[in-house]
């Protein structure tokens, strides 16, 4: 089944380090983007319908990112959820995701999301430390970030993830962990954590040249990863992806399409979507985003059919990020290809290392092995 990915570029301010399609909050802006994105949506339906023997597609999760998705109104959220049930045949049960910023919520807030049909809620919480907060340039401090997660359990949300980041300027070890153990406390579903990557433009490497902050040496990052999933592996927290942890049956089912050869759609601009072996982005400024579907002009650029290559190529690359690996013999099944015939001499090396596992033809990355997943996975590329 399908996965529906709808991008919402607005934030309240924007950070230092910030590296996605994002712009700063224009309430007349985002009125009409809101307007465009259900138009949008509707006549993807209408497409699919008029392509697929007159049946809406199926799909069974519903992902707003950004940006900063909880600056709309439930009132907008409920409508783009209602136009994805009018366009596509969604499931019972699906999987609705929310991305949360903690300044920006509260309980009544959170309520009428749910009420809207939000039934996970994915807060950017980065760090329970207010001086990486602030040097983050985040809008929100610890104590907030613990009072929308409370919030959000008044709401009734009994799926919610929360995103940590490590490897921030300045941090030792000691401090990354400390916030992961404050998460943990908080007893979320979900984690994610993420290691910072200070991009060459950032504004976050110029106050870090200024102020004379460095990121600790690369075998403290690679500390504090190994430390943090020991510590959420002895809370009861499973990891199942390179960045992310769950408690049981709490997977990202949205995000597992990207990891499992899925399919989904992006609306929006700068989404993408992968389908039937073609592959396609939007426009990624909002403005043309919203001229385009106001001209019913198409809003893709970039459309590529993925060669037989590619698509095998992208499916253990993504495949080996997850826990469990990736399984030969579906391999097999789908593209034809014996996977260990064909990279069995260049894979070796890295099990001679300990880096890569291989058992009943699966094969999966080892903790150690995951901290230098890319010098693997070059080899699928
Ligand atoms: S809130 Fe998120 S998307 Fe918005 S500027 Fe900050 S990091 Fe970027």
Request: net charge negative; hydrophobic share 40%; aromatic share 10%.
């Amino acid at each position: 089944m399908l996965g529906l990915y709808i991008h919402i570029p607005f934030c309240s301010a924007i950070c230092n380090y910030c590296n996605f399609n994002r712009g700063l909050f224009d309430a007349a802006l985002k009125e009409r983007y809101v307007g465009a994105l259900l138009t949008e949506i509707q006549r993807a339906g209408r497409a699919g319908e008029a392509g697929g023997a007159g049946e809406a597609a199926r799909a069974d999760t519903i992902y707003f990112g950004g940006g900063t998705p909880s600056l709309l109104e439930a009132g907008e959220i409920d409508q783009i959820i209602a136009a994805c049930r009018q366009s596509f045949d969604v499931a019972a049960g699906c999987e609705v995701t929310l991305e949360a910023n903690p300044e920006t919520t509260t309980t009544d807030r959170l309520r009428a999301y749910r009420s809207a049909g939000v039934n996970r809620l994915s807060f950017g919480v980065q760090s329970f430390r207010d001086d990486e907060l602030r040097r983050l340039s985040r809008l929100h401090g610890a104590d907030r970030a613990r009072a929308a997660f409370a919030e959000a359990r008044a709401a009734g949300f009994d799926n919610v993830s929360l995103d940590l980041m490590m490897w921030l300027p300045g941090q030792q070890v000691d401090e990354w962990l400390d916030s992961v153990d404050q998460a943990i406390a908080l007893g979320p579903e979900h984690l994610s954590l993420y290691l910072l990557e200070v991009y060459p433009n950032a504004p976050l490497k110029e106050d870090m040249a200024r102020a004379r902050w460095s990121q600790a040496p690369d075998e403290d990052a690679a500390t504090m990863y190994m430390a943090a999933m020991d510590r959420l592996e002895a809370a009861s927290y499973e990891q199942y992806e390179i960045s992310n942890v769950a408690r049981p049956r709490r997977r990202s089912r949205h995000n597992t399409k990207y990891w499992t050869d899925g399919q989904w759609l992006g609306f929006g601009c700068g989404a993408h979507s992968t389908r039937d072996g073609v592959r396609w982005k939007n426009v990624s400024a909002t403005e043309e985003y919203i001229d385009r579907i106001g001209r019913s002009e198409p809003t893709a650029v970039d459309v590529r059919r993925l060669s037989d290559a590619e698509r095998l190529g992208d499916a253990l690359f993504t495949g080996l990020r997850l826990s469990d690996g990736v399984d030969e013999i579906a391999i097999e099944r789908r593209y034809g290809v014996d996977l260990w015939q064909r990279y069995g001499a260049d894979l070796q090396p890295f099990l001679d290392t300990g880096l890569l596992k291989r058992q009943n033809r699966r094969l999966w990355l080892t903790r150690r092995g995951m901290l230098l997943a890319h010098e693997v996975m070059t080899v699928f590329v």
